[in-house]
């Protein structure tokens, strides 16, 4: 018998109407009444939020990470309800913070709520529900039958159930007539014991430049004390610097101490700032390159190497690595 532990946050799954539209309202009780039961699969439950995940912030990550952690070793696998508005930023996150996971944790959600007739919500988490027994190690996003890795995890919908993609990276699993496929040559590599490293800074900021963007904006978060800079560029990797030198800009960035992660702003494939003049001359300025990284990935990398060293050349080394098949390098 599988002992899972099921971890509601709240969001849509969660959510009947207010006042004043949805809001999070059922408890994790109230969630597994949906669901058939299942003679093979005990599941205890902890009601830990009840919040939209638009109000999912850097210190809700960390309670959430911390109370994985304390229950790691008490379960085969955990499924996390979560709004699935900043979903991709929460999975990106817990990747990090929790390394060398034993167990799978997988968060699930819903484009319509679980009480209505409709919803999506039912096989999101029974998908859930069948990856966190499946005896994978890691993070994972499981929405409409795919499992994806929770640092390739995007949500690319509004409206449409099959919201989530997995962007530079197939997904690890899907659920079909031969039920749950898993490919286990994608799932992360443990590379030691399990260990909560939930430290995090969260003075970072995601900017997408447009052409045209001012460079004196960079002036401002000098000011503001940001720690790190994610830039989504141009195309595979450039920046402007006739009329409006953003490039100058990046070395006072630096020059302050910032750590500067360079990506594209295309979704798909990967950015190289070394093929055209344009990035060249951004990769003088001692910036960092995301790669293939997706954004929520960038940034939640970013903020957990900054909650361990502000020293931006050991910040430009944790980006060397790949932790959780975060990049491809
Ligand atoms: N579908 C959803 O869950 C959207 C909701 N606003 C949330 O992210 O909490």
């Not at 994790?28 to 009444?33: C, E, I, R, T």
């Not at 955990?78 to 709004?83: A, E, F, N, P």
């Not at 055209?276 to 001692?286: A, D, E, M, P």
Request: with cysteine.
């Amino acid at each position: 018998m599988k002992k899972l532990l099921l971890i509601t946050t709240g969001g849509t799954i969660a959510s009947a109407k207010g006042e004043e539209g949805l809001e999070p309202e059922l408890t994790s009780s109230q969630l597994l009444d949906f669901l058939p039961p299942q003679s093979d699969i005990s599941i205890d439950c902890i009601d830990l939020m009840k919040i939209d995940s638009s109000n999912m912030q850097p210190e809700e990550w960390q309670v959430i990470a911390r109370e994985i952690a304390r229950h790691v070793d008490e379960v085969d696998g955990i499924v996390l309800t979560h709004g699935t508005d900043t979903m991709a930023y929460t999975a990106s996150s817990l990747s990090f913070m929790l390394r060398n996971l034993p167990i799978p944790v997988v968060l699930t959600g819903s484009q319509l709520p679980l009480s209505h007739p409709l919803s999506d919500g039912y096989d999101n988490i029974r998908c859930a529900i069948a990856m966190a027994a499946s005896d994978s190690c890691g993070v994972f996003v499981a929405f409409n039958r795919k499992i994806i890795l929770g640092s390739r995890s995007v949500k690319v919908r509004t409206m449409g159930f099959d919201a989530f993609e997995s962007v530079n990276c197939e997904p690890v699993g899907c659920v079909d007539a031969r039920g749950l496929t898993i490919h286990r040559e994608l799932l992360p590599k443990r590379t030691g014991d399990f260990k909560l490293e939930a430290d995090l800074c969260s003075e970072v900021i995601l900017i997408k430049l447009t052409p045209g963007f001012n460079p004196d904006f960079f002036d401002l978060l000098v000011s503001m004390r940001y720690k790190g800079i994610v830039i989504e560029a141009f195309g595979a990797g450039g920046l402007h610097f006739i009329r409006r030198d953003l490039i100058a800009k990046l070395q006072l960035l630096v020059d302050h101490g910032i750590s500067v992660v360079v990506c594209s702003q295309c979704l798909y494939e990967r950015s190289d700032f070394s093929i055209y003049q344009t990035g060249q001359k951004v990769l003088k300025q001692g910036v960092i390159q995301g790669f293939d990284m997706t954004s929520e990935a960038a940034v939640t990398k970013l903020m957990w190497a900054l909650g361990k060293t502000l020293d931006p050349q050991v910040v430009k080394a944790i980006f060397e690595v790949n932790y959780v098949g975060e990049v491809s390098l």
